[in-house]
């Protein structure tokens, strides 16, 4: 991971039309603070099917954005999915949804971001789309953009910032 500040980045960037600011929806939940890499996108409401199975594949510096459609009724990602994650090379998940296991999730290597933390695991059905753009907290998330997080927010940009 190359060193960075999202406040560094945008002191740099932010006149660019390619940059994007997240609305400071989120929390923090995994073990690592900072993380950055490619985005891979993922739409799907209250199932979590098919994030086990993007998080099941080997990656190197990639992001998972779920859009979860802002849903507070059941978690899409517990500590069993999140050491998927650590397992196969993914630096860090941003969730517009729920999380669970949130002290264990704490001790992880993995950057998580979530809307909050719920105790009820998602539904099966298997429903859901990969790569699509999707669009939550002010910011359009498009597969292979770049995503950067730290303690002061989140920062996408089409390019690779530095």
């Known amino acids: 991971m190359i060193p960075f500040t999202t406040a560094g980045l945008c002191d740099a ?5 390619y940059f994007q600011i997240a609305e400071p929806l989120f929390k923090s939940y ?3 603070m900072d993380f950055c890499g490619q985005i891979t996108t993922l739409k799907t409401f209250e199932d979590n ?4 199975a993007v998080l099941e594949e080997k990656v190197e510096d990639r992001v998972l954005v779920i859009d979860g459609g802002g849903s507070h009724r059941c978690a899409l990602v517990d500590h069993e999915l999140a050491n998927i994650a650590v397992a196969n ?4 998940i941003v969730i517009y949804g729920c999380i669970r296991h949130a ?3 704490a001790e992880l290597p993995l950057g998580i971001r979530a809307l909050h933390a719920h105790p009820l695991q998602s539904h099966k059905r298997d429903h859901g789309d990969r790569d ?3 669009t939550f907290a002010g910011v359009n998330f498009k597969k292979d953009h770049f995503l950067y997080a730290d303690a002061d927010g ?3 940009s089409e390019m690779m910032l530095s």
């Open 49 to 52: 099917v098919l994030v086990r």
């Open 132 to 134: 699509l753009s999707v």
């Open 89 to 92: 090379g993914w630096q860090g």
């Open 30 to 32: 995994g073990g690592k």
């Open 103 to 105: 002290q264990l999730l």
């Open 154 to 156: 989140i920062i996408v």
């Open 13 to 17: 960037h932010s006149k660019e039309d």
